[in-house]
């Protein structure tokens, strides 16, 4: 009732792997003994067993094979914009750009086709580093926890902002933030766990940064 046709039966049989996939493997071999010549129109010689014997010059699925270039054609975060050209070792160049879309081969058909010249200087973007669209990013979803003294009086200061951002792992300037208009001064148990806003400018852009004021007792 649940038998097989005969060629299934065959195939199954001998074991064959019905998921078999051919590969593409080249080696460069030299015959360790030459074959003898033979006389211009004349019968060539038979060829004897140590004819067939080859010494392996180069395994080619060994060697290192040369990078792949590859012309972005949108804006990759902390890469580059559309256009550029980038150097890349094949694997990285397959599975992160080619496959997902974001490039495609710099080859001479494509360079003309999107009039893309290598040896022109890259146009300034908007961005000043291309990491600084992840930066804004990080920045964007960061709560600043700022601590200050429960006892002794205080007034909050950019210093105070840039000291937070560091232990945070950011490294901003004094001169890249704004405090609120409205100065902030302690101590003061009503502005607990307050959120508040100030300005940093990040490569010409300003964005706003959450700040939750704490105070800490100091003996």
């Not at 360079?111 to 992840?134: C, F, G, H, M, T």
């Not at 200050?148 to 950019?158: A, F």
């Not at 001169?175 to 148990?189: E, W």
């Amino acid at each position: 009732m649940f038998g097989f046709n005969p060629p299934v039966n065959k195939v199954i049989a001998t074991g064959y792997n019905l998921l078999y996939q051919q590969t593409r493997n080249t080696f460069i071999l030299k015959r360790k003994w030459s074959p003898p010549l033979h006389k211009k129109g004349g019968k060539p010689s038979k060829l004897r067993a140590r004819h067939f014997v080859y010494d392996l010059v180069e395994d080619c699925n060994l060697s290192k094979q040369p990078d792949i270039k590859v012309i972005l054609n949108q804006f990759v975060d902390g890469v580059g914009n559309a256009g550029d050209v980038l150097s890349l070792r094949p694997t990285k160049a397959y599975t992160h750009f080619l496959v997902p879309g974001l490039a495609i081969y710099a080859s001479p058909e494509n360079l003309a086709k999107y009039q893309i010249d290598e040896n022109k200087p890259k146009v300034e973007s908007n961005y000043s580093s291309p990491y600084v669209q992840r930066t804004l990013g990080c920045l964007s979803r960061l709560v600043l926890q700022i601590t200050m003294s429960k006892t002794q009086p205080w007034t909050l200061e950019p210093w105070h902002v840039r000291t937070s951002f560091r232990k945070a792992g950011f490294v901003v300037p004094e001169h890249a933030i704004t405090m609120p208009p409205v100065t902030i001064k302690g101590p003061d148990l009503t502005l607990q766990d307050k959120e508040f806003l100030v300005t940093v400018k990040v490569s010409l852009i300003i964005f706003k940064a959450f700040i939750l004021l704490q105070h800490l007792q100091v003996d």
